[in-house]
């Protein structure tokens, strides 16, 4: 029987996410930080049932797919949790994870592509939510551990890079040298719960989130943060809700940036601190690339764009031969994409600032009849039942889902198969070093018999 501080022999078969599974006296033992094929010696550190939890004491096989860890807070912090798998190997572990949950949740035997590498697999991240901890004077500012709240000083983060660096050294400081308390979780109580920032060419947008109104003056951060960033935008965000989610509905200007501007795969852009852009750009322009390849649009009345953020790839999709809607729920991010219409001229859209599920079934008996083409790029949750419905109900020619979680996007896939025929799967390394992957999917409808 296995027991709490138990030192056993520990060989990895196989991956559940990022950590590995192996089989010990008939229990099943989940241990981070090692890859299959490897031998350790692991101290059990929970056991529930025939269920045990391990951490790795000594390593004693190792695999010829282990590379040094990119990042010397690898181990605590809980962001990079494949750094010491080769990037070849991680590409391999991804579009494994694709279609081990196609087959087991979904029951689908799909010819899934390779996974398309990122041309960076370090400095990749062009957003950051870092928590702030620790006490007056000697603040925290990095990621949570693994599976905890509890939060690991990083100094230089290895998905951020030099930008990400200058600015949690300028934020640090600065906290330290005002006295600034930082929030506890625990009790609710203190001033600044997170840092969130964005750096896209060059532009920066530093937010910072305030357990309620922010009294503290901001003047001497915004001195550093101007002679170590030609453009930056300073803005404080409130926050006095009691879960954890990072930003408030409340968002205040400083100084600096309001936006930032820029211009990817042709279309001209406008970013607020609240707006959702993909956290990669490179990966994010080749999805975006293939998705405008793999949508056939010759015989559309009628493109819909649902979860369209910003709204970067509705204007790239967009034509004067058929209507464009997009839909959205954040406020800003609308904001934003009306301002990108503006922008670039772009026909024949409507931006929607609306639930999917209550918002696109409109849409879809508003023009009854006629042939829609539709784009999906859900959160993490995936689209639910009630839109997979829609879909199948609707004269939909082809669709492209866009998925950050291949678990609730085999959910999805299981019941949009009644009527749809997966023609394309592959994967995406948008987020390297870590156990998270994009899909995209082209779906084309079956012809009634």
């Known amino acids: 029987m296995l027991k709490i501080n138990d030192v056993i022999t520990y060989t990895a078969t196989s991956y559940a996410n990022s950590e590995t599974v192996g089989v010990v006296d008939c229990y099943t033992?989940?241990?981070?930080?090692?890859?299959?094929g490897e031998v350790a010696r692991v101290r059990i550190n929970y056991v529930k049932g025939n269920v045990a939890y391990g951490d790795v004491v000594e390593l004693v096989q190792r695999s010829a797919n282990r590379v040094t860890p990119c990042c010397s807070h690898f181990g605590n912090c809980g962001g990079c949790t494949l750094a010491h798998m080769c990037y070849s190997e991680q590409l391999l572990?991804?579009?494994?994870?694709?279609?081990?949950?196609?087959?087991?949740i979904a029951k689908l035997d799909?010819?899934?592509?390779?996974?398309?590498?990122?041309?960076?697999?370090?400095?990749y991240r062009n957003k950051l939510s870092l928590p702030v901890s620790g006490k007056r004077g000697n603040?925290?500012?990095g990621m949570y551990r693994?599976?905890?709240h509890s939060v690991v000083n990083v100094d230089d983060c290895a998905l951020g890079g030099e930008w990400a660096t200058t600015l949690v050294e300028i934020f640090r400081n600065y906290c330290n040298s005002v006295g600034v308390i930082p929030y506890n979780e625990r009790t609710f109580q203190g001033e600044v719960r997170h840092l969130v920032a964005r750096f896209v060419d060059g532009q920066l947008l530093a937010t910072v989130v305030s357990n309620g109104e922010y009294r503290r003056d901001l003047q001497p951060l915004a001195k550093e943060l101007s002679k170590r960033f030609d453009k930056f935008g300073l803005f404080v965000n409130v926050n006095t809700q009691h879960n954890n989610v990072i930003l408030g509905k409340q968002t205040v200007h400083v100084c600096g940036l309001q936006y930032i501007e820029g211009e990817h795969l042709g279309v001209k852009f406008r970013l607020r601190p609240t707006s959702f852009f993909q956290?990669?750009?490179?990966?994010?322009?080749?999805?975006?690339?293939?998705v405008r390849e793999l949508l056939d649009v010759s015989n559309t009345d009628v493109l819909v764009d649902c979860f369209s953020g910003v709204g970067i790839l509705t204007n790239i999709l967009a034509s004067d031969k058929y209507d464009t809607y997009a839909i959205e729920i954040e406020p800003s991010a609308v904001q934003d994409a009306n301002e990108m219409v503006q922008l670039n001229n772009t026909p024949r859209v409507t931006n929607i600032c609306g639930d999917v599920t209550v918002e696109l079934p409109r849409i879809v008996q508003a023009n009854s009849g006629k042939r829609l083409t539709l784009v999906?790029?859900?959160?993490?949750?995936?689209?639910?039942?009630t839109i997979c419905n829609t879909l199948i109900q609707a004269n939909i020619d082809n669709l492209v889902y866009i998925s950050c979680d291949s678990a609730t996007l085999a959910r999805d896939l299981a019941l949009l198969t009644q009527q749809y025929t997966p023609t394309y799967i592959q994967p995406y390394d948008m987020f390297p070093n870590t156990d998270q992957v994009e899909t995209v999917v082209l779906l084309t409808r079956r012809q009634n018999n």
């Open 29 to 36: 033992v989940f241990v981070p930080h090692m890859l299959v």
């Open 93 to 104: 572990f991804k579009r494994n994870k694709v279609v081990t949950n196609l087959l087991k």
């Open 110 to 123: 799909c010819n899934v592509l390779p996974c398309v590498g990122s041309s960076k697999i370090t400095n």
């Open 139 to 141: 603040v925290t500012i």
């Open 146 to 148: 693994r599976n905890s």
């Open 279 to 290: 956290v990669n750009d490179g990966v994010k322009d080749v999805i975006y690339g293939k």
């Open 376 to 385: 999906v790029d859900p959160p993490r949750k995936g689209l639910g039942e």
